[in-house]
């Protein structure tokens, strides 16, 4: 989508090493997720942020970790203790109410 | 039980066939429903969203059933750009919160 961009489009990670992947979003939406998705398989949520300064575990935390300091930037860290960081991590956006959301082109992670 | 169940096919069907997704889903309190195309190694995108008295965007045709809690995705004409996964969305409110919960998608290939 315009407006969500994420950064670099591929990412490689070696053993013991944390790596971030950047979320940023010119579309003044107040809420801020980050999803997981493995081949041939659905999204599962990772962390999200519905307002600077907060954020809130999804299903599968564990290994992640994220901050939320401005409103246009939700960066996601995959750290060593995530045993199988290999995915396509998905940044989205939604302004709130019951209102869709929106996701950037995605970041695809390997392991070297 | 998963909160939203798909079908996830695949469904191959031919030019000009018209094909029918369904999805359900088990929370009564949900509240905004939303159908998401995604290609092969993309980011999912807004298809459109489904409102209660059902709605018409060219050749797809989205329900909703608030009593069987089931939404539909109708496509008529189908054409081999149609070919995708397609993602049901739900959001569902919990006090102050709204979460939105993704099925897994129905895969679906037009063939020539």
């Known amino acids: 989508d315009g407006g969500i961009t994420q950064s670099p489009k591929y990412l490689f990670r070696k053993e013991g090493q944390n790596v971030t992947l950047s979320c940023e979003q010119n579309?003044?939406?107040?809420?801020m997720y980050w999803y997981r998705q493995d081949p041939g398989q659905g999204l599962r949520l990772i962390y999200y942020?519905?307002?600077?300064?907060?954020?809130q575990k999804g299903d599968i935390a564990e290994g992640y970790s994220v901050s939320r300091e401005k409103k246009e930037s939700f960066p996601l860290t995959v750290t060593s203790a995530q045993k199988n960081p290999t995915a396509f991590y998905l940044c989205?956006?939604?302004?709130?109410?019951?209102?869709?959301?929106?996701f950037g082109d995605g970041t695809r992670l390997s392991i070297l | 039980r998963k909160e939203v169940e798909q079908d996830p096919g695949p469904f191959n069907v031919p030019e000009g066939a018209t094909v029918a997704f369904n999805c359900t889903y088990s929370?009564?309190?949900?509240?905004?429903f939303f159908w998401y195309r995604q290609d092969c190694r993309k980011e999912p995108k807004l298809l459109m969203s489904?409102?209660?008295s059902g709605n018409e965007d060219g050749r797809f045709t989205a329900q909703l059933n608030r009593a069987s809690q089931y939404i539909s995705l109708l496509i008529r004409d189908s054409k081999l750009s149609d070919s995708a996964t397609y993602l049901c969305?739900?959001?569902?409110?919990?006090?102050?919160?709204?979460?939105?919960?993704f099925g897994s998608g129905t895969q679906l290939t037009v063939l020539p």
């Open positions: 989205a956006t939604r302004t709130g109410g019951f209102q869709p959301q929106h």
């Open positions: 579309l003044n939406h107040d809420a």
């Open positions: 942020s519905q307002i600077v300064n907060d954020f």
């Open positions: 929370n009564s309190a949900s509240q905004s």
């Open positions: 489904v409102y209660s």
């Open positions: 969305v739900v959001l569902i409110s919990s006090g102050s919160a709204r979460q939105l919960t």
